[in-house]
DNA sequence: GAGTGGTCTAGACCACCAC
DNA sequence: TGGTGGTCTAGACCACTCA
């Protein structure tokens, strides 16, 4: 044997799923079914379907099986992160929280695109900005599906949005996606930040999911490029 | 039993690293002694210790134990990441590569610090330009150890070193730890990239480590903003 | 209640390292 | 040659989901 047996399932089953054997929102045959598929122990098949749920080809639910996930903007390994702001949030200055809009609309074409929802679909829609030391610094944008949050309030925003989200409500996030970019600030970037002549913005763009792999809250995080830095301890 | 097992045992060990109980260097009991101690089954124990090793904690090396790394500056959870120079090898564009300096010299000062090493140990000072389409677009700046790596020559550097090191040299890296910032161009970027007008760039600064825990490589990549752009997938 | 994934066990063989 | 981590097995019990 020239590989790893949980290697070599692991990378048929990519392989089926790049090829649209198994749809994205599927679910994978049970571990047990693998296993009797391929001749092998349910821990091996168990090894290979870890891999896949890492690399993001998959999402495994207890009780239900092992969904499919959308891999086509995100097809090249990548894993975690942590933003200033996230950072921040373990630091002991906090930063001071001001609530420029939270209203509950239809959600724009692009939203609707981004989100995989129909315009029927209210959402909240908050934008608030974060201050270290009296300079603004952060814009946060969020857009949140109204069907998983019936309230939202200016105290809940200017505290900890995912701390009532988990806390609260008791939804469980499972998994985001991030993307992050350098752009030319907006005239809303410059009219709520003090950008103080910088001339870009560092933007995080996620994704949040739920277990069962639904797509409720996008998020855009648009930093100061001074008070930027991301530390990443990547495996290879 | 309120936890799963394998998690109390990493816990377990997170704080007896933390305590200073393992120091950074030293190597762990092994997976049978551990097994032993915390009445358990060796899987069990793996499960913890690839944990640990997920979270940057410790380097396991086959043949002699699980290695305790230095996690004073990355002591929260990240991972992996793509930026885009990474991705444009797999694209079918390749950059044109301009070698503007190869030389052998003592370490400076800074890299004597961050790379852990003497004045009398010889590194390899290496930069590169990256061009996409005519436009001069990153800026690559390398140390290596002279003592992994005897022979450089520039048709290396204009083709890659890492698979220079991997193939050729058949040194395995093990992994790498990032760090990502946003800063004003020097007189070096402006001489030797395009910048037109651009007045941040994005630096990434890559700590490369070899599959004994030793550091072997810094790199510096300095991005032009507009062509620049990270895709994280994060599990949380 | 049947089926799913999550955890755990006690063994086995292997590749690699150091002495 | 003995010890290390890497892989694999064939079972077991559990928590959870869904009809």
Redesign the interface.
Same mark, same amino acid.
């Given at each position: 044997m020239q590989q790893n047996k949980f290697h070599s399932i692991y990378q048929h089953l990519v392989q089926d799923i790049k090829n649209g054997i198994y749809a994205s929102g599927d679910t994978l045959p049970s571990e047990n079914e693998l296993a009797q598929s391929f001749s092998t122990s349910r821990e091996t098949v168990r090894k290979a379907l870890n891999r896949l749920s890492?690399h993001?080809y998959i999402q495994k639910v207890r009780g239900k099986g092992s969904i499919v996930l959308d891999m086509q903007?995100?097809d090249? !390994?990548?894993?975690?992160?942590?933003s200033f702001k996230e950072?921040s949030e373990?630091m002991e200055e906090k930063p001071a929280t001001t609530v420029h809009e939270l209203t509950l609309t239809n959600p724009s074409a692009m939203m609707q695109e981004a989100m995989e929802i129909g315009e029927e679909q209210l959402v909240w829609n908050v934008i608030r900005s974060r201050a270290f030391q009296r300079e603004s610094i952060i814009l946060d944008k969020d857009v949140l599906l109204y069907s998983k949050i019936p309230k939202l309030s200016r105290e809940i925003c200017e505290d900890s949005i995912y701390s009532y989200i988990e806390h609260d409500l008791g939804l469980t *996030?499972? #998994?985001?996606?991030?993307? *992050?970019? /350098?752009e030319e600030p907006t005239q809303e970037d410059e009219s709520l930040l003090d950008l103080d002549g #910088?001339?870009?913005i /560092?933007v995080i763009k996620n994704f949040v999911y739920l277990e069962d792999a639904t797509l409720f809250q996008y998020t855009e995080s648009r930093h100061r !490029? &001074?008070k930027? $830095?991301? /530390? &990443? #301890?990547? $495996? $290879?």
């Open positions: 890492q993001g903007k995100f090249f !390994p990548v894993s975690g992160l942590v950072l373990s *996030i499972s #998994f985001a996606k991030k993307e *992050i970019t /350098v #910088f001339s870009n /560092v !490029p &001074d930027f $830095r991301f /530390v &990443d #301890f990547a $495996r $290879r």
